[in-house]
């Protein structure tokens, strides 16, 4: 059964990726801009699946083959680049990450690497003291599982404020969780706020108290808003949209990413991102999901409906929309009670948060439907899939197959297994991240039991072998944007002490290079011009000092980055 759906897909994606390729070959004139040459090339295309060399001529490949066929195709404008048999795969395509969130933590306090709360309070500390009074201070990283001791005291393994508030007495500090679900504030936050022991919890969030009824100062999913909120008015912040950008792209195309899948972006700063690409200001393709509230949806999803905007660079055809959390963060919606929480702070066992209310996502799917786009909603706990695909089955029908909707949901890390062969009988795509599994896994059981743990998370190989398509990412920031250790994390599941997170839900390396290229293309409807190297699509290519397919498992996150070509330009080279 396995290899017959692994078969099918493949076939499936390899047919897709070829539709480009008739014109260019029938109209092909002698002359490359760029050709590389002597080289292992993995082109993802399983009818061609290896070659040595390829030509370019503007931003397409014209020819790829062997090098005396390719040098045919050499002028004195040419320009060669020798692989020297080195390797070269289509460019990465990042599935889902937050494209200006990764510009945005080069501007703020990086706090993934702080190994104790001691450790985040000197931080903290050290950037108020080089602030001006009133200032607010903003970092992101912070993981209360990952950390060597725990605070104390603590609710659910997460501090109380008074020491963070001591420090920065003239500071409001906002400190964003790893995940992006969680936040924590210091006193002067909470009073800008408005925020005390008789606030209530919003809808979909949570003000987590101490056992005194405080705010312990952890605001939870949509409580987070209440600090933003209180940030909005009470400071002038800095455009920082074009310098996001700047950083975001360097950071993508200097770890040979090609293409960015962003997962969410509101209707203004699109509007923004349509600048840059008609001005030609773009060096990295974005694919992006838009996400706004409903009332702007309905009015402008007609007006931001853009395949291939300024050459190529920029497309929207997405809504983005969330149903719960993270697990990191307890905000994941479980089918069973979080075995962590059961009995402790003599608070009622829980299963997690519903973020976003049902009807409300019901609504988007129909004006996803309505508008021709995709729908790709955040689910990871299995309580949470369960929901998604059932709307997706009662919105697209028993047959959504056949629509070729390729709805997706983002990040479908915790699923039940009667869930796990649904995704594929309804079409849907599982956009996961494979470094999460690595990174998360030593406390993963912690929080769902250690059998529910092994049965129900990441389960790659499952979903696979049911038919599913995955596309690979990282999340970034939440996780660092560096494929190489998402594509190691797919094929070993080995955590930071060595051991394997359930091995048995492996990836192939086939696999893996495929959900990083055509399989990611495939989720974004674009595997007409991108995701394998074949004649008519998008030179966007990655040349690497190592072959991914062959290389010891333990070598893969040394191998670098040589360079990034985005349409026939290189946009990366490392020196």
């Known amino acids: 059964m396995r290899p017959l759906l692994l078969t099918t897909v493949v076939l499936v994606l390899a047919a897709c990726s070829a ?57 004195e404008r040419t320009r060669r680049i020798d692989l020297k048999g080195r390797f070269a795969m289509p460019g990465f395509i990042e599935g889902h990450g937050h494209f200006l969130g990764i510009g945005a933590m080069k501007l703020e306090l990086d706090l993934r690497g702080a190994k104790t709360w001691d450790e985040i309070v000197t931080l903290v500390t050290d950037a108020a003291r080089r602030a001006k009074p009133g200032e607010w201070v903003v970092g992101r990283g912070w993981h209360q599982d990952k950390w060597t001791s725990v605070p104390q005291p603590n609710v659910e393994g997460v501090p109380l404020h008074d020491e963070l508030s001591r420090a920065t007495p003239e500071n409001p500090v906002i400190l964003v969780h790893a995940s992006g679900h969680a936040a924590f504030v210091n006193e002067r936050v909470l009073a800008l706020a408005q925020l005390s022991a008789e606030s209530p919890n919003p809808p979909g969030g949570e003000i987590v108290k101490g056992p005194d009824g405080r705010p312990t100062g952890l605001l939870r999913e949509t409580a987070e808003e209440f600090a933003w909120s209180a940030r909005a008015r009470t400071s002038k912040t800095r455009d920082t949209f074009h310098k996001q950008v700047e950083l975001a792209t360097d950071e993508c195309l200097a770890k040979g990413i090609t293409t960015f899948e962003d997962a969410g972006t509101d209707l203004a700063t699109l509007d923004r991102f349509a600048k840059l690409a008609d001005g030609k200001k773009l060096r990295l393709r974005l694919w992006m999901m838009a996400r706004d509230d409903q009332a702007a949806l309905r009015k402008g999803l007609a007006t931001h409906r853009w395949i291939g905007r300024g050459g190529g660079f920029l497309t929207v055809r997405a809504i983005k929309e969330q149903i719960d959390g993270a697990l990191g963060s307890h905000g994941a919606w479980l089918l069973a009670p979080y075995v962590d929480l059961a009995g402790k702070d003599e608070k009622p066992a829980s299963a997690g948060l519903n973020t976003t209310e049902l009807a409300v996502l019901e609504e988007s799917a129909k004006l996803a439907k309505e508008h021709d786009l995709q729908l790709c909603i955040h689910a990871i706990g299995d309580r949470a899939n369960r929901e998604v695909l059932d709307l997706y089955e009662r919105v697209l029908g028993k047959d959504a197959k056949t629509l070729d909707h390729r709805w997706r949901v983002e990040h479908a890390q ?84 060595g051991a394997a997170f359930h091995g048995e839900q492996c990836m192939t390396r086939e696999e893996a290079l495929r959900s990083y290229t055509l399989a990611a293309a495939f989720a974004a409807h674009e595997d007409d011009v991108k995701g394998s190297l074949v004649v008519g699509k998008y030179a966007d290519v990655v040349i690497l000092d190592q072959d991914l397919r062959t290389c010891p498992d333990e070598a893969i996150t040394k191998t670098k980055v040589l360079y990034t070509i985005v349409g026939g330009r290189v946009a990366y080279e490392a020196k």
């Open 19 to 75: 539709t480009s390729s008739t014109p260019w070959e029938a109209n092909a004139e002698p002359g490359a801009d760029l050709v590389l040459l002597h080289g292992r090339i993995a082109t993802m295309d399983a009818a061609h699946p290896n070659a040595t060399a390829l030509a370019v001529r503007g931003d397409r490949i014209v020819a790829i083959g062997g090098d005396a066929e390719i040098m045919q195709h050499v002028t």
């Open 414 to 497: 915790h699923l039940d297994p009667l869930d796990v062969p649904r995704f594929a009988t309804l079409g849907v795509v599982a956009a996961m991240q494979g470094v999460h599994c690595t990174s998360d896994g030593p406390w993963v059981a912690s929080r769902l039991g250690e059998e529910p743990a092994g049965t129900t998370s990441y389960v790659w190989r499952t979903l696979l072998d049911s038919g599913c398509v995955i596309a690979n990412g990282t999340d970034a920031p939440v996780e660092d944007v560096d494929p190489l250790p998402s594509f190691a994390a797919s094929v070993t599941r080995r955590m930071p002490s």
